[in-house]
């Protein structure tokens, strides 16, 4: 199975060390292929995926929503998802 697109995201964790709070950004990624999205967490097959959708934020994170028949995930995005999400929905013709 080949990938179709792939979505960076991140996850931003907080530390603290010698008193000093470190914000420590990881970047992952969420992979479309033609029967399911790959999360580095969880799998979801195209038919458990309801939709998909962005809002920008006025900083320079938007959140991508995933809403599944598990709930409605949200992931941290820097880049617009709208190629990712345009193409998912291709598939769900």
Not at 47 to 69: A, K
Request: include cysteine.
């Amino acid at each position: 199975m080949r990938i179709i697109a792939s979505q960076p995201f991140i996850i931003v964790s907080r530390s603290i060390d010698w008193n000093q709070q470190k914000y420590i950004e990881k970047e992952l990624y969420l992979h479309l292929f033609e029967d399911h999205i790959l999360s580095p967490t969880e799998k979801f097959l195209i038919d458990e995926v309801w939709d998909m959708s962005y809002r920008s934020s006025n900083c320079e994170i938007g959140f991508l929503y995933l809403h599944t028949n598990r709930g409605c995930l949200t992931f941290q995005v820097k880049s617009e998802p709208s190629q990712f999400i345009n193409l998912y929905k291709d598939l769900k013709k």
